[in-house]
């Protein structure tokens, strides 16, 4: 199984890495420990995935996501990524 990325939120990605002026960029998701069910977004913008982060391609966005949360993302359908205040992927 894989990850899935509605056409809102592809748009919505490559429209941060166009305003960083580094539209070839990857989305690095992965999880870590907080909020109301025990695990919180963490999301960061790099040039290169990392050894092992698991690595999907949706048109012109690359997403990237490290071997552990993609356990607990494996079949995300990726509308929305919310950490603190800020959103990456459009929210519905």
């Not at 305003?19 to 109301?36: A, E, F, I, K």
């Not at 999301?43 to 990392?50: D, H, K, L």
């Not at 690595?55 to 966005?61: A, C, G, K, L, R």
Request: proline residues 2%.
């Amino acid at each position: 199984m894989a990850i899935t990325m509605t056409d809102r939120a592809k748009d919505k990605i490559q429209m941060f890495l166009n305003q960083r002026q580094t539209p070839s960029d990857y989305l690095r998701v992965g999880l870590r420990g907080g909020g109301c069910s025990g695990f919180m977004y963490d999301y960061e913008f790099i040039s290169a995935p990392v050894a092992n982060d698991k690595i999907f391609h949706f048109e012109d966005v690359k997403i990237c996501i490290d071997v552990k949360s993609y356990l607990f993302l494996n079949g995300v359908d990726g509308d929305r990524l919310r950490r603190g205040s800020s959103e990456v992927w459009a929210g519905v």
